[in-house]
């Protein structure tokens, strides 16, 4: 199993977002803490759901944080043999659901996550691969930092 630390999100946060965000640490480490389960830590969609919603619903960062709930919970399950299928023209109708309620997180992943190989690349390569799939700039987010 391979986890995303609060280092990998912050810095997932700064490329779709293109610069560094402020953040409440507290919010932000529960978050991606929710992406462990004691005794359940081999179920990785609804660990991966839990991320997607306390990221989305808890807000840590100043601007991105649903967009980066996202991506991260793309990037995470990605590393864990699922890919998401999410296409970028239908990127803003989702998180709107998931941010109003219309759609629970846990339904996201249970009805779009599909069994793929893990990938073995890098985390900055996987998220390149993310950022992609949906259309994000993600290199000219990254130009500047280091």
């Known amino acids: 199993m391979r986890y995303l630390t609060v280092h990998d999100v912050i810095w997932i946060n700064t490329a779709v977002t293109g610069s560094p965000q402020r953040y409440d640490f507290d919010r932000l480490e529960n978050a991606v803490y929710s992406q462990y389960s004691y005794g359940q830590s081999q179920d990785v969609l609804a660990q991966a759901a839990r991320m997607f919603r306390r990221l989305a619903q808890d807000k840590p960062f100043e601007q991105g944080s649903e967009l980066t709930a996202l991506v991260a919970t793309m990037v995470f399950l990605r590393l864990n043999g699922y890919a998401l299928q999410v ?60």
């Open 87 to 146: 296409s970028a023209e239908e990127v803003d109708s989702v998180l709107a659901q998931v941010a109003q309620g219309q759609m629970r997180a846990s339904d996201l992943i249970q009805q779009r996550a599909q069994p793929a190989p893990p990938a073995e690349d890098s985390l900055r390569s996987v998220v390149a691969q993310v950022c992609q799939q949906l259309h994000l700039p993600m290199k000219a987010a990254l130009a500047g930092v280091h």
